[in-house]
């Protein structure tokens, strides 16, 4: 689990704002090689969605400073599933957390959605967030006062929506992860397995562009983070998603698009299909 500190006001989904291989190693968007900027065709969207450069972030001061991601690149396409994986401690959370905008790089350059980020507001990064970031942690993170039902609905209505609109689309996606059923129930009276599903149907609620999860199948069995992930998916590309996935299950990194190792300073391409 990541030890990354947040700014009280960066810990994503809160109720005052919400705003989660085996192959050769191919070339290409990785590593510092020479990146074409972004593409833009009329009526097409922008090929790369996330594209770091030089991205640095360590912890900590003096000679208990850490750096963790030291002039880091990377792309992600639009529309791709892409696999994270790399040795505990090597800095995935701390890639993720900045990309979900839950915490902010030291230097470098960030850019989703063709934007810098670095230029966003607090309001603006917390709007995207609850909007355009889906974000599933390795433990669900639910809230425990809410049923699932309400714990889902939470980003639409914190996102100002009606609550009959937030109910409808919360009930909807339940229905979606295959926990109908279990609309009315607290998290505490779910199944690790049927929490992280409420979790993931948390995170695309709102209908983001881009779903990130950080180890979304760690804490399950072997069936349940095999249907996890197939869940995951389904999802995928069922709403056009671009997905980035970080896992130790190298098995379940195969079955997405790319997969990439984080290794210091490095990231290191495993495997692509595309
Ligand atoms: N708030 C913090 N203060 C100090 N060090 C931190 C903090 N957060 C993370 N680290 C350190 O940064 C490094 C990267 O942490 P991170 O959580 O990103 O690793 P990870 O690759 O996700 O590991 P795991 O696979 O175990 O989840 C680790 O050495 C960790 O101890
Ligand atoms: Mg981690």
Redesign the pocket.
């Known amino acids: 689990?990541?030890?990354?500190?947040l700014r009280p006001s960066e810990r994503g989904f809160t109720p005052r704002e919400h705003g989660g291989f085996g192959g050769h190693v191919c070339g290409g968007r990785v590593g510092g090689a020479p990146q074409s900027p972004p593409q833009r065709i009329a009526g097409c969207a922008m090929s790369e969605l996330v594209r770091a450069r030089g991205l640095c972030k360590g912890?900590?001061a003096g000679e208990r400073r850490?750096e963790?991601l030291r002039g880091l690149n990377l792309s992600v396409e639009h529309g791709e599933m892409l696999a994270i994986v790399?040795?505990?401690?090597?800095?995935?959370?701390?890639?993720l957390h900045l990309i979900g905008l839950l915490d902010r790089p030291d230097a470098g350059e960030l850019r989703i959605f063709d934007a810098d980020v670095s230029a966003l507001s607090v309001e603006e990064r917390a709007s995207w967030r609850n909007r355009r970031l889906g974000f599933v942690f390795q433990f669900h993170a639910l809230l425990p006062e809410f049923s699932l039902e309400e714990n889902v609905a939470m980003p639409l209505l914190i996102a100002g929506r009606p609550r009959k609109t937030a109910f409808a689309a919360a009930r909807e996606l339940v229905a979606a992860v295959g926990l109908a059923h279990r609309r009315e129930h607290f998290p505490d009276e779910l199944s690790g397995g049927e929490q992280q599903r409420g979790a993931v149907a948390r995170a695309l609620v709102a209908e983001p562009e881009l779903l990130l999860a950080?180890?979304p199948t760690g804490n399950l069995d072997a069936a349940n983070a095999d249907a996890l992930f197939s869940l995951l998916q389904e999802l995928h590309l069922s709403r056009s998603l671009t997905s980035v996935i970080?896992t130790?299950h190298e098995a379940l990194a195969s079955r997405c698009g790319r997969t990439v190792r984080?290794t210091g300073a490095a990231v290191e391409e495993v495997c692509s299909k595309t």
């Open positions: 689990m990541s030890h990354v500190a912890y900590g850490v963790v790399g040795p505990s401690g090597v800095g995935k959370s701390t890639l950080d180890e970080v130790h984080l």
